[in-house]
């Protein structure tokens, strides 16, 4: 869980008091708006459950007017708070924590409860139309849509729901996982961008886990739904005979077939990122992103309009670093630095500037869980916030998940799709 926060704004109460409002974001995105008191009163709580020997120390109260850089120490302080307490493998997943944030979430965007009719796509953009309520959380929306598909509750850790954000020419962007106690109605409409979408996804970037699903017609059908929408797209590489059983197998309608197919395809399993800067092996070259399979794949644009493609192995990383720019808007601009061993067995620095920093975090963390065995024996995760811009700032592209827009589009159930249709046993 990766919590930062953003700019800060001032408040005013009944009396006429003033007091400073902090914008906590969760993997880059504005999750909730809370006070100092607030925070201070999670702090108490946590302590009585937990003991105060197991939760970090908080910032103490400062009864003196704040300066400009008091209260930018402050800042950071809090967020140095809400990193560790994220970042402990009990707390972070504790039913008292989680329930903090959740009603943070509410609390400040205010969201009328009701039951709704909440959409959710399929990877290749089908429509999956659900019962739930606006304040379900993400573990409870995955467990009705999964029962929806008649997914057996066995499974549920191989999917999950993800922010995605539809573009114009067809395809959309994964923004982030949400996390199981997330309340993804309001994620959407806190977004303000009607392009916004809830999206059920494989959980995992190990393409063997498929194996799980595959005996399974739900299992295979949400797999043929990604494998498909990446073939389509060229985010795998498959040779021309390769490509060719493909089509064959998917034009016959033999869906099993296909997916057993994909598991030889190049890229195939990996989570591709939207185009980005990286500073390798020149500053400010384009990049486009792939990770998987033990590594992060680049395909990079030379200044001389040659393409490089590298490959950084995730067990030749020591460490990386997801740094957070803090600009005065509500966007967050973001980088991910690694330090990696190459050839020569000498350490450097690369860096991807990428508003998907967090998302990409994610998967070298989860990468790296499942191979521990990583340079120098370890892989460690730090963070950096940074209040001034940087050099390469107007490089980056927009954060496409903080845009102000429109609210989240009603949806009505003559637009959902029929998406698990009666497939005989030979087509699977």
Known sequence: MHLTIGATEEGCDSLGARYVVYGVHLEGFLFCKVRYSQLHRWNEKLRRYFGSKCVPSFPPKIFLAQTESMAEERRLQLQSYLQKVGEDPVISVSEIFTTLLKKAQQETFKIHPQVIALEILLADRKKLLIDTHAYDSAERMLMIAAQKIELSGQFLEYIALYL???????????????????????????????????????????????????????????????AKYELERDWVKPTPNQYRKLKASQEAGRKREFLELMEEVKFYGYQHFEACICDYPEPNCPTSVRVGNNEINCCIQLPSNHIKEASFKVNRIRCWRISVQVPLQEEIGLKLSFEYQDSHDLWQWVTIYTQQAFLLGSCLKEISTDKPKLAGNHAEMQFECKPKSWNAQSTLSKHIGAVPGKQCKQVTRKDEASVFEYIADDQL
């Open 164 to 226: 995605v954000c539809e573009d114009t020419n067809g395809g959309y962007t994964v923004l982030k996982k949400l996390n199981e106690f997330e309340l993804p109605y309001v994620s959407l409409w806190s977004m303000q961008n009607e392009n916004g979408r809830i999206m059920i996804r494989k959980s995992y970037l190990d393409p063997m886990k498929d194996r799980m699903l595959l005996g399974i017609t739900a299992g295979v059908l949400l797999l043929y739904s990604q």
